[in-house]
């Protein structure tokens, strides 16, 4: 896995295929004709080869800048390359050398499994033979070689979703796009879903995928951009970016009344690196939960505050979200 | 499992990027055969039954009956080859296109193959060309046999070769209008307040000329695109019933193809590119 760690972007008629970031953009910016901003400035580069996650709530503009990077969303301002080629010049050839799959169940309802990805492979330019030998492969990848020639309605919903992902792959592509590729289906298909993820990764694919799933986030990704209003507010490894927190523990408390004093005294609490007010209570950052929670219950009582409920957990990419916007991924 | 090197390449760098578009183009056009096949005899009831039962009505039925002219059959030749025209276009690429557009969403699959956006657009509207050049052909064996007296055709090719693509060209794109602009939901009300009205008022029943003596309707109804098919084939298939001049059916239709071809293409490109 190469990165090249390049600045300046070469142009498309100089690259050499193969080298330089899979995906870059610069002040990429989509402000939709409602005026919404759906993306300011966005500045990202992705390796080749990587798993990269786009990590934020509905609403964080995943989506939009899926869809400038796969030609389907014209950027307001910036730019953007996908393997090199600039996006909004050179739209039919970057469509050449990605393979996308949209929120939406795009299957062409009118023919079978098989024909949705022979005729794919016709679209990107392979003749009658090769399609069929690559549809075949496809079908033994995703794992639907026995349901080949059913109409796409019979399959499951997981089924389709990992047809979807398969038909955006027969052509062989540099980056594949993956937006929110398991909203919707059930925890077991999920699965079967990351596996075939980690199998593709592993044979070196560059994916690019977006996500509200924080699990889906730190589990398949090597590394997450935190995304929020259209921009990105920390971009790392799963771990790097649950460390930068620099808290073990997590202990989030619903009690009442939240007041001044109570902040005060647990913020001083031996252990305690922080405390804020998060979406579900007041949450507490500490280097260690060991002698914590005597100490935060004494803390409370000395306040004549109610302790209505108390968690620990380790950091999560969702707590990291939290720290930085003082929201919920679910929101 | 084969899958993936590292060094992908791209099936279609092998070809010269033009004629990747080209090849992409007619791949699509092979999708859209395979499905006509495979749905090719609803295709066939839905382009023959209305044409049928018209001729069958009113160039058989009422002239048995003693109730209608003989000569009718004649007059509706190229009406109702023109209104099956129409009607096969416009459907042929609005009813899938809104289906697309909406509920199955499946436009987004066809918009990401390597080429340009109105390049899909172009070739639904050349898919639907060749659907509705086949409707043309499939109905006029009807019109021709059912009447109880044999319509006397004279057919000029020249015009019989100009005037049913022109014709089929205006039709699709106006079905590539209305499939990209109109609302999902509103489409059954656009074939009530625009499809049905231009199909009864398309000069299908009267030759144009015909109708001096209501001149206000004669002139409204020069904005119905099927007035000047009718009035194209009648020239080129029964001219001795008289028709509209020449220039007059290849103006009207270029017009046609123009207007409709730009909006269409148009009002595609907005609908999946935001």
Known sequence: MADTGTTVMPRA???EPGSGPAIRTRELVKRYSNGTLAVDRLELEVRQGEIFGLLGPNGAGKTTTVGMLTTRVTPTAGEAWVAGVEVRRHAVQVKRLIGVVTQSNTLDRSL?????LYYHGRYFGLNGREAAVEADRILEMVRLKERARAPVDQLSGGMQQRLLIGRALVHRPQVLFLDEPTAGIDPQARLALWEILRELHEGGQTILLTTHYMEEADRLCERVAIMDRGRILALGSPEDLKRSLGAETIMTLQVEPMSERLVAGLSGLPGVLGVERGPRGLDLYADGARGLLPRVVETALAENAELHDLSLAAPTLETVFIKLTGRDLRE | MTAGSVTFSSATSRRAPRLAVVWTFLALMQRDARVLRREFLPFLLRTVVQPFLFVFVFAYVLPKIGQGQRGFGEVLVA???GSSIILQGIQAVA?????????TREIEDRVMAPLPVWGVAVEKIVFAFLQSLLAAAVVFPLLYLVPLQRPDIRVQPLVLATVLPLGALVSTSLGLWIGSAVNPRQVPLVFSLIVIPVTFLGAVYYPWAALSSIRWLQVLTLVNPLVYMSEGLRAALTPQLGHMHYL???????????????????????RVVS
């Open chain 1, 13 to 15: 008629e100089q690259r």
């Open chain 1, 112 to 116: 079978t499994v098989q024909e949705n």
């Open chain 2, 79 to 81: 009406g109702l080859m």
């Open chain 2, 95 to 103: 009813i899938p296109l809104v289906q697309e557009f909406s509920f």
């Open chain 2, 248 to 270: 007059a059916v290849y103006g009207g239709l270029l017009a046609g193809v123009a207007v409709f071809g730009y909006f269409g293409v148009r009002a595609f490109i907005r």
